[in-house]
Structures are given as C-alpha cells and as structure tokens.
C-alpha cells in the first residue's frame, strides 16, 4: 500500500502562481512514477503532469506545458507541481497518484493506469 497527501491548494487570482505537493509514505519504490491529475466540476479526471523517480523523465499535458513544472525529492518521498501564470481554467481539485509499473521510461497518462491516489487538493484560480 502507499499513502499520498496532497498539499499546497488555494485561491489565487490569474496570473499567479501555486506549488502542489504530494507526500509519499507506506510501499514506495524508486522504480515507481508519479503523476498529477486533475478534476473540474462535471468533468473527467485529467492528466496533468508525471514523473518517474529513478531518472527524472517528465511529461506533461499540452494545456500546461510551459506554465508547470513537475519535480520530486527522493530523501523525503515528495513530488511537487508548481504552477506559474494560472488560469481561471486550470481551477479543479489536484490529485497526485502513483504507478507501480516499473518502466524507467513509460510515463503514463491514463487514470486507470495509476494503482494509488491521494485525497486531492482544491485550487481556484479567479478572473
């Protein structure tokens, strides 16, 4: 089992900025790879962003490439997304997840391909 706790959401106007976090805890594993999604009101949950731990390799929706950044602290088990020049269409809740499989390359962008995730976190970006 692993545990994930997300952080770091709020209101914030367009234009600013957030960082996300996401804490990582029970069976972690430096093969795993982590990824952020998220969920508008009457939408499907979204991929955002996703990492794989052992070597860095990023990838990310095209609605935000550019804007976020996803990063990850091996020593404390966390993954960040920070994001920059947020729109009103960026608000939903954030979940991060985590995918057992462990490709060092695949990075996967499906919900379904992700076997943890956490509680979410809300953030409203406003006009």
């Known amino acids: 089992q692993v545990q994930l706790v997300e952080s770091g959401g709020g209101l914030v106007q367009a234009g600013g900025s957030l960082r996300l976090s996401c804490a990582a805890s029970?069976?972690?594993?430096?093969?795993?790879?982590m990824g952020w999604f998220r969920q508008a009101p009457g939408k499907e949950r979204e991929f955002v962003a996703a990492?794989?731990?052992?070597?860095?390799?990023?990838t990310y929706a095209d609605s935000v490439k550019g804007r976020f950044t996803i990063s990850r602290d091996n020593a404390k088990k966390m993954v960040y997304l920070q994001m920059n020049s947020l729109k009103p269409e960026d608000t939903a809740v954030y979940y991060c997840?985590?995918?057992?499989?462990?490709?060092?390359?695949?990075?996967?962008?499906?919900?379904?391909?992700?076997?943890?995730w956490g509680q979410g976190t809300q953030v409203t970006v406003s006009s």
């Open positions: 997840a985590v995918d057992t499989n462990p490709s060092t390359y695949y990075l996967a962008a499906g919900v379904a391909e992700y076997d943890y």
């Open positions: 029970g069976r972690t594993s430096f093969s795993y790879a």
């Open positions: 990492i794989r731990w052992s070597t860095l390799r990023t």
